[in-house]
């Protein structure tokens, strides 16, 4: 298990495994972030980063999740993927590296590192 994933679970209460609630916690999260961006509401650079680090931890939940819960939750996910892909344009990483380290990160893995918002948000 991804050890940011494994403190993420320790750090709010969760057991140390990948369950159907941590699944939907995540995604919702993912979703609510998404709708942000897309109402305009998530208007700066860290907050899209913390975003990000959320779609990062689901990614590797996801990975880590029973084949049942997967099925459950991987329509929502990828509905919100194709949300966040119509309101950012690929640009290989060049908005995010500035700011933090993707560096040895898969583009076919994180591929939402690689993407920049079609709208500039500010620095907070």
């Known amino acids: 298990m991804d050890e940011e994933l494994r403190d993420y679970l320790r750090d709010r209460g969760f057991a140390p495994r990948v369950d159907a609630h941590v699944l939907l916690r995540l995604t919702q999260l993912w979703e609510g972030s998404v709708e942000s961006l897309e109402c305009g509401a ?48 690929e640009d290989g990483g060049v908005y995010f590296k500035a700011i933090v380290g993707i560096e040895g990160y898969s583009s076919d893995k994180y591929w ?11 620095y907070p």
Do not use: I, M
Request: glycine share 2%; charged share 35%; net charge positive.
């Open 42 to 89: 998530l208007d700066a650079r860290c907050e899209l980063l913390h975003a990000l680090g959320t779609r990062r931890l689901l990614c590797e939940a996801l990975l880590e999740a029973a084949a049942q819960e997967r099925r459950t939750a991987e329509p929502r996910v990828r509905d919100a993927d194709n949300r966040y892909r119509a309101l950012t344009r």
């Open 112 to 122: 939402f590192f690689f993407r920049a918002p079609s709208k500039a948000l500010p």
